[in-house]
């Protein structure tokens, strides 16, 4: 019986050469810390920053997972491996806060593709996330503080029939 080798068999070979750069064993996951933000708020923000990336396209698994799929634009596309990843909301404990203004873990999980390019899209999903609203939204998302002026206003309905001359 003969023992394998790289140089007796070219698929060890490959595995041995190959295995140096990918190492599919370990699980890659980047994690982001959100404080005082409601569930329905982070999962929104999670929505927007998928739509706002083009060729970036997700599914909603449950409650607080997505899943997602970044295919590349840029160059070749035969030689490009799509990014599938996952994101976890999930909500961790706390003494002092309640689930609705809480610490919630936001958690990224690579399923498979180039770790690189899973980092580069994370990276500008993260930075959404955290980043506060621009202050005109804030105004939009907020209710007038003056209601008086809204319900006493009725608009002016002109009831009388207009003739037309021919």
């Known amino acids: 019986m003969s023992s394998l ?7 060890l070979a490959k595995k041995s050469w190959f295995g140096n750069f990918i190492n599919l064993e370990k699980e890659e996951q980047i994690f982001v810390v959100i404080k005082d933000k409601p569930l329905s708020s982070i999962k929104a923000d ?21 899943r997602a799929e970044y295919k590349s634009t840029a160059g070749p596309t035969v030689f490009q ?3 599938k990843f996952q994101v976890d909301i999930t909500y961790t404990e706390s003494s002092t806060a ?3 203004n809480g610490i919630y873990s936001v958690t990224f999980t690579l399923l498979s ?3 690189r390019r899973f980092k580069r899209v994370v990276e500008t999903i993260q930075t959404q996330l955290l980043t506060p609203p621009p202050p005109h939204l804030l105004r939009a998302c907020t209710p007038p ?14 009831t009388t029939p207009q003739h037309h001359s021919v």
């Open 5 to 11: 080798t790289p140089e007796s068999s070219p698929e």
């Open 46 to 66: 999670i929505v927007q920053a998928f739509l706002s990336i083009p060729s970036l396209s997700h599914s909603v698994i449950s409650q607080t997972s997505f």
């Open 81 to 83: 491996k799509p990014v």
């Open 98 to 100: 309640t689930k609705e």
């Open 113 to 115: 593709g180039p770790s």
């Open 145 to 158: 503080h003056n209601h008086s002026i809204a319900r006493h206003y009725t608009p002016q309905i002109q």
